[in-house]
């Protein structure tokens, strides 16, 4: 027992800081797929959001101003997905696609000067935790009391489920999925800002990979609910601490690797499973794109 | 419009656009050498992006196409280990076959999951692309890592029978070529003369209307799906057994991703992909040159797919624009 309780508590701590950058982008995009908008590019804008949170703190030599940049960063990404799925009505899943090369791209040309050098780290301030998991967890209640209980949550979750009948009750369909889709694009920048000052903090190329995919399952997983989205993310961080925990057993890293993919598409199905069975919508309108009448 | 985007970021770097885009045009297509690399790397892109023509066409975003590719170099590459006496003429046949088979079954398990649940394949797709290049570095790092390797993740160098000819002094795989040109024409008269084609379109209009007509949905994309992932994996034994000469990491410089815009700049259609692979892989080619000598990094090459990708998809609102200001 006493030798186990340490290894317990490392895992746990593991697995919500491993959680916490998935916990971020499942967030943003529940804000953004209740909306009635689906962004398939928060790979790209996770990935944006880590190489500009260390650029900027490089730069500035201040870690809060990198997170600002990151933010800011991964906003603006989401606004060019925002225009061309709520202005253009165009494919949202190719768009979405096209964001995520764009900002794999980029991000790697940008960074390409600063791979190895050591980053700024935030510093735990509670429970060995740092000021953005913390900042994370709390967003937790924030957009469920949001979401379902204000105003302003049933004109975006409308919005979703019909905008035709939210356009004629007087709800402005554009301001709300513009709006929705870059919370997603500030929240999946602060996801990468994590990454590359937190828990990781250099950069790499890809450094993110594959944890925006991840994030689209997690937010079907959690039935677009933020409260199942931290039990989503825990869940998943506790498979990368579990990952840790069995490499040193001769257990081959690559094959340890694909867990988390694998899981990925389990939990695409017991999410889609749960969903039929209690009849939790989607967003009725997910993907559609608003043409007025 | 891409091109001028790229421009910018040219111009960033301080180098004039256009001469950039001669000197891509120049190392693509201006010598022998360049000629035939662009020729070379556009067998796998023309054998993807017509996979990807005929799935999208049914509307199923396959995005698998890169780990289906690994999945049908992992398979071709273990008949290749596996047989090593065999002659070429039954060796390289069932590299190619089990290629197929192995790409099409990587994409099964997507296909199954979107037809049964609705589940969305893009996401399930790339997952797939993850764990495949994961189970490649797994069998180079491990059983399969070659003794001759020298430590690189390469496997050993297979057997003469198991390489692929190729034409004198180039790296152009001709089998392979064959194979894709042919598959070209099949598709061509697959989705315009039969009831298969018909249907794929039918359902790529409108799946549900489809489905009222009595088309089986799921028996659709099922096929569809089979023949897009099993292209996908032929291109990989092309390049394991006509480039490398082996298994090794990097087995796919991208195709599977580049792979999806050409199919978009093809608008779908079976015929153009031949002519706009070997545009794109003359863009690679020459992108790879002017990479090495302009010091520019390899996260070009996925700008500009992001934004072609975005400037299709803007061409599209403006086609449909001026369509509906006709009507």
């Given at each position: 027992?006493?030798?186990?309780?340490?290894?317990?508590?490392?895992?746990?701590?593991?697995?919500?800081?491993?959680?916490?950058?998935l916990?971020?982008g499942t967030?943003?995009?529940?804000?953004?797929?209740?909306?009635?908008?689906?962004?398939?590019?928060?790979?790209?804008?996770?990935?944006?959001?880590?190489?500009?949170?260390?650029?900027?703190?490089?730069?500035?030599?201040?870690?809060?101003?990198?997170?600002?940049?990151?933010?800011?960063?991964?906003?603006?990404?989401?606004?060019?997905?925002?225009?061309?799925s709520?202005?253009?009505k165009?494919?949202?899943?190719?768009?979405?696609?096209?964001?995520?090369?764009?900002?794999?791209?980029?991000?790697?040309?940008?960074?390409?000067?600063?791979?190895?050098?050591p980053?700024?780290?935030?510093?735990?301030?509670?429970?060995?935790?740092?000021?953005?998991?913390?900042?994370?967890?709390?967003?937790?209640?924030a957009?469920?009391?949001?979401?379902?209980?204000?105003?302003?949550?049933?004109?975006?979750?409308?919005?979703?489920?019909?905008?035709?009948?939210?356009?004629?009750?007087?709800?402005?369909?554009?301001?709300?999925?513009?709006?929705?889709?870059v919370?997603?694009?500030?929240?999946?920048?602060?996801?990468?800002?994590?990454?590359?000052?937190?828990y990781?903090?250099?950069?790499?190329?890809?450094?993110?990979?594959?944890?925006?995919?991840i994030?689209l399952?997690?937010?079907?997983?959690?039935?677009?609910?933020?409260?199942?989205?931290?039990?989503?993310?825990?869940?998943?961080?506790?498979?990368?601490?579990?990952?840790?925990?069995?490499?040193?057993l001769?257990?081959?890293?690559?094959?340890?690797?694909?867990?988390?993919?694998?899981?990925?598409?389990?939990?695409?199905?017991?999410?889609?499973?749960?969903?039929?069975?209690?009849?939790?919508?989607?967003?009725?309108?997910?993907?559609?794109?608003?043409?007025?009448? | 419009?891409?091109?001028?985007?790229?421009?910018?970021?040219?111009?960033?770097?301080?180098?004039?656009?256009?001469?950039?885009?001669?000197?891509?045009?120049?190392?693509?297509?201006?010598?022998?050498?360049?000629?035939?690399?662009?020729?070379?790397?556009?067998?796998?892109?023309?054998?993807c992006?017509?996979?990807?023509?005929?799935?999208?066409?049914?509307t199923f975003?396959n995005?698998?196409?890169?780990?289906?590719?690994?999945?049908?170099?992992?398979?071709?590459?273990?008949?290749?280990?596996?047989?090593?006496?065999?002659?070429?003429y039954?060796?390289?046949?069932?590299?190619?076959?089990?290629?197929?088979?192995?790409?099409?079954?990587?994409?099964?398990?997507?296909?199954?999951?979107?037809?049964?649940?609705?589940?969305?394949?893009?996401?399930?797709?790339?997952?797939?692309?993850?764990?495949?290049?994961?189970?490649?570095?797994?069998?180079?790092?491990?059983?399969?890592?070659?003794k001759?390797?020298?430590g690189?993740?390469?496997?050993?160098?297979?057997?003469?029978?198991?390489?692929?000819?190729?034409?004198?002094?180039?790296?152009?795989?001709y089998?392979?070529?064959?194979?894709?040109?042919?598959?070209v024409?099949?598709?061509?008269?697959?989705?315009?003369?039969?009831?298969?084609?018909?249907?794929?379109?039918?359902?790529?209009?409108?799946?549900?209307?489809a489905?009222?007509?009595?088309?089986?949905?799921?028996?659709?994309i099922?096929?569809?799906?089979?023949?897009?992932?099993?292209?996908?994996?032929?291109?990989?034994?092309?390049?394991?057994?006509?480039?490398?000469?082996?298994?090794?990491l990097?087995?796919?410089?991208?195709?599977?991703?580049?792979?999806?815009?050409?199919?978009?700049?093809?608008?779908?259609?079976?015929?153009?992909?031949?002519?706009?692979?070997?545009l794109?892989?003359?863009?690679?080619?020459?992108?790879?040159?002017?990479?090495?000598?302009?010091?520019?990094?390899?996260?070009?090459?996925?700008?500009?797919?992001?934004?072609?990708?975005?400037?299709?998809?803007?061409?599209?609102?403006?086609?449909?624009?001026?369509?509906?200001?006709?009507?």
């Amino acid at each position: 027992m006493t030798t186990l309780l340490p290894i317990i508590t490392s895992i746990i701590k593991v697995a919500i800081e491993a959680g916490s950058p998935l916990l971020a982008g499942t967030l943003g995009e529940i804000f953004t797929e209740r909306s009635g908008v689906i962004n398939l590019g928060v790979e790209g804008m996770m990935i944006m959001g880590a190489v500009s949170a260390f650029l900027f703190s490089q730069i500035t030599a201040n870690a809060w101003i990198g997170i600002m940049g990151a933010a800011l960063i991964g906003g603006a990404m989401a606004l060019i997905h925002a225009f061309m799925s709520v202005k253009l009505k165009v494919n949202q899943n190719i768009s979405g696609l096209a964001l995520a090369m764009l900002g794999s791209g980029l991000s790697s040309l940008i960074g390409q000067k600063y791979i190895g050098i050591p980053g700024y780290t935030l510093k735990p301030i509670l429970f060995g935790l740092d000021a953005l998991t913390i900042f994370f967890i709390l967003l937790v209640p924030a957009s469920w009391i949001i979401l379902f209980k204000t105003k302003i949550g049933i004109s975006i979750r409308s919005v979703g489920d019909n905008p035709e009948a939210a356009y004629s009750l007087g709800v402005n369909v554009y301001a709300i999925r513009y709006i929705c889709t870059v919370i997603g694009g500030v929240l999946a920048g602060l996801a990468g800002a994590y990454l590359s000052l937190s828990y990781i903090p250099s950069w790499t190329e890809n450094m993110t990979v594959g944890r925006g995919w991840i994030v689209l399952a997690l937010t079907i997983f959690a039935s677009w609910n933020p409260i199942h989205a931290l039990i989503g993310s825990w869940l998943f961080g506790g498979i990368e601490a579990i990952q840790y925990r069995l490499q040193p057993l001769g257990i081959s890293p690559s094959l340890l690797g694909t867990l988390p993919f694998i899981f990925t598409i389990i939990m695409l199905v017991i999410g889609t499973r749960e969903r039929v069975r209690k009849r939790m919508g989607a967003p009725a309108a997910l993907g559609k794109p608003f043409i007025e009448e | 419009m891409a091109l001028a985007i790229i421009g910018v970021v040219f111009l960033v770097y301080g180098v004039n656009p256009l001469s950039a885009y001669g000197a891509i045009f120049h190392g693509a297509f201006g010598s022998i050498y360049g000629l035939s690399e662009t020729i070379a790397k556009s067998i796998p892109l023309i054998l993807c992006s017509l996979g990807l023509a005929l799935a999208f066409q049914a509307t199923f975003l396959n995005i698998g196409a890169e780990g289906q590719l690994v999945m049908g170099a992992i398979c071709g590459s273990g008949i290749a280990l596996t047989f090593p006496e065999w002659p070429a003429y039954a060796l390289v046949p069932l590299m190619f076959i089990v290629g197929f088979v192995g790409g099409a079954l990587w994409g099964l398990l997507p296909t199954l999951l979107k037809t049964m649940l609705r589940i969305n394949e893009v996401i399930t797709t790339l997952m797939m692309n993850y764990i495949a290049i994961r189970i490649l570095q797994y069998l180079l790092f491990g059983p399969w890592k070659g003794k001759t390797a020298w430590g690189f993740p390469y496997t050993d160098i297979f057997s003469s029978s198991a390489q692929l000819p190729t034409i004198g002094g180039t790296r152009i795989h001709y089998p392979t070529l064959m194979i894709a040109i042919a598959a070209v024409i099949a598709a061509y008269f697959l989705v315009e003369r039969t009831t298969l084609g018909l249907e794929i379109r039918a359902v790529g209009d409108n799946p549900d209307a489809a489905t009222s007509d009595g088309i089986n949905y799921t028996k659709v994309i099922l096929l569809v799906m089979m023949i897009s992932s099993g292209l996908a994996g032929i291109a990989g034994v092309g390049e394991a057994a006509g480039i490398y000469g082996r298994l090794r990491l990097g087995i796919s410089q991208g195709y599977g991703f580049a792979s999806i815009i050409i199919a978009w700049l093809c608008s779908l259609q079976p015929l153009y992909t031949i002519i706009v692979s070997v545009l794109y892989s003359g863009l690679l080619v020459g992108g790879e040159m002017i990479q090495i000598s302009l010091g520019l990094p390899k996260g070009i090459i996925d700008i500009f797919n992001g934004v072609l990708l975005f400037s299709i998809l803007a061409g599209e609102f403006l086609i449909r624009k001026k369509g509906r200001s006709e009507k």
